[in-house]
């Protein structure tokens, strides 16, 4: 089955995109997947040149990527979602994209004791891992 898989997750700080950079390679790395990342998508000298310009092209080139995927994986990490991690999550969601949760943060979030995440993120999700490994090895069956 081929699957073209959207990772979601917040681009802020080196270790994020270290961290992400790491799994699409390791997505990368399994039969049958391809992976977008908006970390791919957009380079720094090119945003700059658009200057006000620039959200429009992030969100258009996101979203449009989204359009192409069959999968969204999104890392949940945080005292709170990223809000475009969110968002992508909702707009997957409202497509009917099945979307994958890795959350590695061992805080407790969400609405109750026994949450993940916010509500709205968790139910949006049909499976969150709590580690890359787990998420993987699901992917590899």
């Known amino acids: 089955m081929k699957r073209h898989i959207y990772l979601a997750g917040p681009l802020f700080t080196h ?21 977008t990342w ?32 069959t999968h969204v994986i999104s ?15 909702g707009y997957a969601y409202a497509r009917g994209l099945p979307i994958l949760g890795l959350r590695t943060d061992f ?5 109750t004791a026994h949450s993940v995440a916010n509500a709205m993120i968790e139910c949006s999700c049909h499976a969150i891992y709590r580690s890359a490994d787990e998420l993987l090895a699901t992917l590899a069956k």
């Open 107 to 111: 805080r407790q979030a969400g609405d």
């Open 15 to 35: 270790a994020e995109r270290a961290y992400l950079a790491a799994l699409r390679d390791r997505l990368r790395q399994l039969p049958g997947v391809t992976v």
């Open 38 to 69: 908006p970390g791919d998508l957009f380079e720094s000298d090119h945003l700059a040149m658009l200057g006000p310009k620039a959200k429009q092209y992030i969100f258009e080139g996101c979203r449009d990527a989204i359009h192409e995927a």
């Open 75 to 89: 890392l949940l990490d945080g005292t709170q979602v990223d809000d475009g991690t969110a968002w992508e999550i």
